[in-house]
DNA sequence: TTGTATGCGTTATCAA
DNA sequence: TTGATAACGCATACAA
């Protein structure tokens, strides 16, 4: 357990006290502590109670100094305190534990001033690697990146040749919704997404939604894809502006939870039961949708997977493995009681 | 924007390449960037071209280990996934990103392996300071950050004399609730709230509650009291066994967010009506109880100002401000349809 | 205002 | 297997 602190701890202890204590070298010291096997059994005890008598903890300053690396791994995710980012940003931190790396968190507002000079900061703190949410990033992101040869990857981004991506396939589940909404017999449906111009998760899912439901011969109508922030109010707003419409659908899909939940509230509100007078289903990219009522039917996106992929990914990078082809994980049709056959 | 990289950037531009670059000294060069004040502007000027056309970053580790500082604060939270801490998280790392401080995370799970080896490894790193989620840790955790001398904030805890805390009044919430459902005329009350075993938050909930019960002459059977993993499945389940008992209850309250999903959807399935039949409030840790139906009503909890709160308390020490009192943040209580007058 | 020189606490190289 | 010692890249005290 270490002397009582307090005592007379003057700062911290050093390998160099270490290693007098022990009566050994501080190169002695330093390989008993992170390459053990150089070293004779007997020395190694003589360090490592050294070790516990002065409760010595290693500068990792100094340590990622001399061994130029920081064993930290640098994330860049967007608001995720309201998002479905942090199911995602725990499995990376947990996978990156686990490999012994250390998670350092930036989480710019939409609006953030610091702009680029995030990952800036983050360099200079010193990450080995860069996770990065979504695919969007300006080119200087990039060439930072490459001139600092930083491995990074993009999770939950269009997948693209140039870069590594770990992602779903936004088409695969695009086309479980509209299948699954096809075999009920809907042949017009309504799709609320997210705000496609800032927003390249929605933008490729709206893309997606269309060509799903062109290749199955089910009604899309332009006036039937509305755009919206992602937010229950919104998804309530946009709910009841589709209502209004007469558009003819007999389906809605929903592009998040938190439009789902919205759009919920105002079929709710308006007396339209689900599934008896409309279908509902809904892009599942947060926990919360098994929380909403009547139960919708999603599709599962694998969220937490992301981050788990991309932990994996970097470390092996880090440990010299070869740069990957893009990921793309498998998605879930998750059916529910909100999805029925065309109402009559 | 530089010399496009790659070109002959033979790893990374260091303080002294800048500073023969811009005909000067390491010295000056450091100051510039870091003390900007204590230079000649014209000098200034050409330190900051040279920085530019090296495209230099600064090593973290080389500046952290000169200074004695990392300008990096840890934060420990368990599972945050999954729970209503991404929102305090969020506004923890923005507030310390305004003041220049990245954030560390480490988020074990119940059962990690590490540890309190969590904390060590932090300090590892390299942090300044070190936020913990809740106030129930090893004491083995607070000799850690004594001997080390890091200024430390607890999130969420019960508050104490001896530590410093950050939370809100757990039984200024309880009150809240239990008085509106008084004013209701609702004398007898049920409870579902989570585990108390293990989870210090959830005992003090259940304490507060109890009190402000009795203090209001308001009957809360020992049956009425039911303990339960946070969770969806949990909380309909122990909504249905609590429809089972007869207790004669006519207001139930949710110990958060995800009891509460679970205890509407059991009462939906049940027949029950809300708040006809039986009134429903929660404790709203997480924003999705905006998003349940029928619209709960809620003590809203400052969870993302308990972040930002902890964030300035640990800046404000590391600025060398004295230790403050634990703070309590003001709840609210946000009424909704989903609770009425005593059914008769 | 600027330069010089030392030290920060490790790792790693090279001998022994 | 171990010891001595030179980096690692920066901040800062001290001098100029």
């Known amino acids: 357990m270490a002397t009582t602190a307090g005592s007379g701890s003057p700062g911290r202890a050093s390998l160099a006290n270490v290693a007098k204590l022990a009566g050994v070298s501080t190169g002695t010291v330093s390989r008993a502590l992170t390459r053990p096997e150089m070293i004779s059994e007997a020395t190694r005890a003589r360090v490592l109670r050294a070790v516990e008598q002065l409760d010595y903890v290693a500068n990792g300053s100094a340590r990622s100094l001399a061994a130029r690396r920081t064993m930290t791994v640098g994330a860049i995710v967007p608001r995720f305190g309201t998002s479905s980012f942090p199911i995602m940003i725990q499995s990376l931190e947990s996978q990156l534990a686990a490999d012994g790396y250390t998670l350092l968190l930036a989480s710019p507002d939409h609006?953030?001033?610091?702009?680029?000079?995030?990952?800036?900061?983050?360099?200079?703190?010193?990450?080995?690697?860069?996770?990065?949410?979504?695919?969007?990033?300006?080119?200087?992101?990039?060439?930072?990146?490459?001139a600092h040869q930083k491995p990074y990857v993009l999770m939950w981004g269009q997948t693209s040749r140039r870069k590594e991506?770990?992602?779903?396939?936004?088409?695969?589940?695009?086309?479980?919704?509209?299948?699954?909404?096809?075999?009920?017999?809907?042949?017009?449906?309504?799709?609320?997404g997210g705000r496609t111009a800032d927003n390249e998760r929605a933008r490729s899912r709206r893309r997606a939604m269309i060509k799903a439901a062109r290749s199955r011969d089910i009604a899309l109508p332009r006036g039937a894809v509305v755009e919206s922030d992602y937010g229950f109010r919104e998804g309530y707003d946009a709910m009841l502006e589709l209502l209004g419409g007469e558009l003819g659908f007999t389906a809605v899909v929903l592009g998040n939870d938190y439009l789902a939940a919205g759009a919920l509230s105002a079929l709710d509100q308006a007396g339209v039961r689900v599934p008896e007078d409309l279908s509902v289903a809904s892009f599942n990219d947060n926990d919360f949708a098994a929380f909403l009522h009547p139960p919708l039917t999603t599709v599962r996106l694998p969220i937490g997977e992301i981050g788990r992929e991309a932990a994996r990914y970097l470390v092996g990078r880090l440990h010299g493995k070869p740069v990957h082809a893009p990921k793309r994980l498998p998605v879930e049709l998750v059916v529910r009681a909100s999805t029925g056959p065309v109402p009559r």
Request: proline letters at 5%; glycine letters at 4%.
């Open 111 to 146: 609006n953030d001033p610091r702009g680029p000079a995030i990952l800036r900061t983050l360099l200079e703190r010193g990450v080995d690697a860069v996770a990065l949410l979504g695919a969007d990033h300006p080119a200087q992101t990039f060439a930072l990146l490459e």
């Open 165 to 192: 991506v770990v992602s779903f396939h936004e088409q695969a589940a695009a086309t479980l919704v509209v299948d699954h909404l096809h075999d009920l017999r809907h042949r017009a449906i309504a799709f609320i």
